[in-house]
T-cell receptor
């Protein structure tokens, strides 16, 4: 199945450090999304981006929609232990019609040591 | 407002059996999508329903099917189960089918194990 290239695959950091992860695609997207998934749970939406170049923040999280519409990044500042989880990017495609179909990235596992 | 609910949360079946999973979307949401999550393939789109109509389908065999009811609740069915169907099946709901602020909210998933 189709997946977006997400990096890094995993990160092991100390509490208080900043984190950066990115996602690239060979296809253009109209919408970029970032989700976090905890073990045994479904993904939770963190940030949604709708326009090329858009920079959006949600608390300590900041995400950007790449100018080429083929990439996006997510930054987490001053990480805390509850940031632990798997982070997924997702792109939404429009084939000339409305759709909710999401293409997900391969995920970034984040571990934060207190 | 209650979130997306999925039942059952865990299921164990044997090869050749069939299974039906259920999803209740957030109140007021009319679109439901299903995804399969496995360690090898990650999150893969299965299908999308809006107003009881399938609007989009992923690249899965015909053994995977779904439907949506008039109250927007959805079910997905997998027939003739194979070992490779073991996965976390996620349901997501949204208000409609397009536009900004129409994002999908996921349920906790149903963990299916095929023995």
């Amino acid at each position: 199945g189709q997946q977006l290239n997400q990096s890094p695959q995993s990160m092991f950091i100390q509490e208080g450090e900043d984190v950066s992860m990115n996602c690239t695609s060979s296809s253009i997207f109209n919408t970029w999304l970032w989700y976090k998934q905890d073990p045994g749970e479904g993904p939770v939406l963190l940030i949604a981006l709708y326009k090329a170049g858009e920079l959006t923040s949600n608390g300590r999280l900041t995400a950007q929609f790449g100018i080429t519409r083929k990439d996006s990044f997510l930054n987490i500042s001053a990480s805390i232990p509850s940031d632990v989880g798997i982070y997924f990017c997702a792109g939404r495609l429009h084939y000339g019609g409305a759709t909710n179909k999401l293409i997900f990235g391969t995920g970034t596992l984040l571990a934060v040591q207190p | 407002k209650a979130g997306v609910t999925q039942t059952p949360r865990y299921l164990i079946k044997t090869r050749g059996q069939q299974v039906t999973l259920s999803c209740s979307p957030i109140s007021g949401h009319r679109s439901v999508s299903w995804y399969q999550q496995t360690p090898g393939q990650g999150l893969q789109f299965l299908f999308e329903y809006f107003s009881e109509t399938q609007r989009n389908k992923g690249n899965f065999p015909g053994r995977f099917s779904g439907r949506q009811f008039s109250n927007s609740r959805s079910e997905m069915n997998v027939s003739t189960l194979e070992l490779g169907d073991s996965a976390l099946y996620l349901c997501a709901s949204s208000i409609g089918t397009s536009g900004a602020n129409n994002e999908q909210f996921f349920g906790p998933g149903t963990r299916l194990t095929v023995l």
